[in-house]
């Protein structure tokens, strides 16, 4: 595993000498959408029910994999996946068949955008079983994925008080640390509170 990393991150696996550290050749952290969100990024989208966040992250996501303005922003073109935990898969697929794409363009979205629906696809991550995010983040590594987005926060957690942070927080030090080491953009779709507050995660 460690021979497949960048060069850059090998230099920085032991500490190093400022001057050594100002010589190390680093890539900047490239934008996915100009100037809002960036390669090995952790984003945070949370809102209320029925504010349009599925629908959103669903557009950015096929933005993304054309490389298409996404709310006239430029994007990269990159490969990603929505983990979809929250929607039923009629729902999702309804609003992608209403895309007005070319079959072209069809053709990249099978090879550079994926869907894995929670309960039905085999690979989708659950928290309550460590191992399984640990073979969860080798897939995305091997699959080569630039991006992912799970929808939602809620479903990758089995915790019995969601004003409890702590498990959100072991997470991302066990695993999602490890993808934006990477470069792996991962964004999270969470829910206000019926009351407007944010939970814990």
Same mark, same amino acid.
């Given at each position: *595993?460690?021979?497949?990393?960048? *060069?850059?991150?090998?230099?920085?696996?032991?500490? $190093?000498?400022?001057? =050594?550290?100002?010589?190390i050749?680093?890539?900047?952290?490239?934008?996915?959408?100009?100037?809002?969100?960036?390669?090995?990024?952790l984003?945070?989208w949370?809102?209320?029910?029925? $504010?349009?966040?599925?629908?959103?992250?669903?557009?950015?996501?096929k933005?993304?994999?054309?490389?298409?303005?996404?709310?006239?922003?430029?994007?990269?073109?990159?490969?990603?996946a929505?983990?979809?935990?929250?929607?039923?898969?009629?729902?999702?697929?309804?609003?992608?068949?209403?895309?007005?794409?070319?079959?072209?363009?069809?053709?990249?979205?099978?090879?550079?955008?994926?869907?894995?629906?929670?309960?039905?696809?085999?690979?989708?991550?659950?928290?309550? *079983?460590?191992? =399984?995010?640990?073979?969860? @983040?080798?897939?995305? *590594?091997?699959?080569?994925?630039?991006?992912?987005?799970?929808?939602?926060?809620?479903?990758? @957690?089995?915790?019995?008080?969601?004003?409890?942070?702590?498990?959100?927080?072991?997470?991302?030090?066990?695993?999602?640390?490890?993808?934006?080491?990477?470069?792996?953009t991962?964004?999270?779709?969470?829910?206000?509170?019926?009351?407007?507050?944010?939970?814990?995660?």
């Amino acid at each position: *595993e460690f021979i497949k990393k960048p *060069e850059w991150i090998k230099r920085l696996v032991n500490p $190093v000498g400022f001057r =050594s550290f100002s010589q190390i050749e680093i890539p900047p952290q490239e934008p996915l959408v100009d100037g809002l969100i960036y390669t090995g990024q952790l984003v945070w989208w949370s809102g209320g029910s029925g $504010v349009q966040k599925s629908l959103t992250s669903t557009c950015l996501a096929k933005c993304l994999a054309l490389g298409q303005e996404f709310m006239g922003l430029d994007t990269k073109k990159c490969k990603g996946a929505i983990f979809d935990g929250e929607m039923h898969p009629s729902i999702t697929q309804e609003r992608i068949k209403r895309w007005k794409i070319t079959d072209e363009q069809w053709t990249t979205l099978d090879n550079d955008l994926y869907y894995f629906k929670k309960g039905m696809t085999d690979g989708f991550p659950k928290f309550e *079983e460590g191992e =399984s995010w640990e073979e969860h @983040c080798n897939v995305i *590594e091997n699959q080569g994925f630039d991006f992912v987005i799970y929808d939602n926060m809620f479903t990758m @957690c089995d915790v019995d008080d969601m004003k409890e942070a702590k498990p959100i927080i072991d997470l991302k030090n066990n695993y999602w640390d490890r993808l934006l080491n990477m470069g792996v953009t991962i964004i999270i779709i969470d829910h206000h509170s019926y009351s407007g507050r944010t939970y814990g995660t």
